[in-house]
């Protein structure tokens, strides 16, 4: 069983950034694969990046290059740095958890966390 929470959202202007964190507890949490989505209301959850165990990282088209996913085991933490950000960027992002491979599906993955807003406005 993990437990997951994410935390760093906010509001920010278009081109800012932000850090969002995904703090995990639980037995062998290193050896989890940890993926970010995000959701507006209506639409279906989308995956932004997952990175394995080993740092390995794969990225949604519509943040490459923009968006850099981290972990520091040390920390029981995974990061996801949001640079460049805009306007179609809001939405509530999660963090999951599974022990396969990296995947942007969100059926996929076993744990989740309650969310953080990320509120992109001028």
């Known amino acids: 069983q993990l437990q997951l929470v994410e935390s760093g959202g906010g509001v920010v202007q278009p081109g800012g950034s932000l850090r969002l964190s995904c703090s995990v507890s639980?037995?062998?949490?290193?050896?989890?694969?940890i993926g970010w989505f995000r959701q507006v209301p209506g639409k279906e959850r989308e995956g932004v990046s997952s990175i394995s165990s080993s740092s390995a990282v794969m990225y949604a088209e519509s943040v490459k290059g923009r968006f850099t996913a981290s972990r520091d085991n040390a920390k029981n933490t995974v990061y996801l740095q949001l640079n460049n950000l805009r306007p179609e960027d809001t939405a509530v992002y999660y963090c999951?958890?599974?022990?396969?491979?990296?995947?942007?599906?969100?059926?996929?993955?076993?744990?989740w966390g309650q969310g953080t807003q990320v509120t992109v406005s001028s």
């Open positions: 999951a958890a599974r022990l396969r491979s990296p995947e942007l599906l969100a059926k996929a993955y076993e744990y």
């Open positions: 639980g037995r062998d949490w290193d050896s989890y694969t």
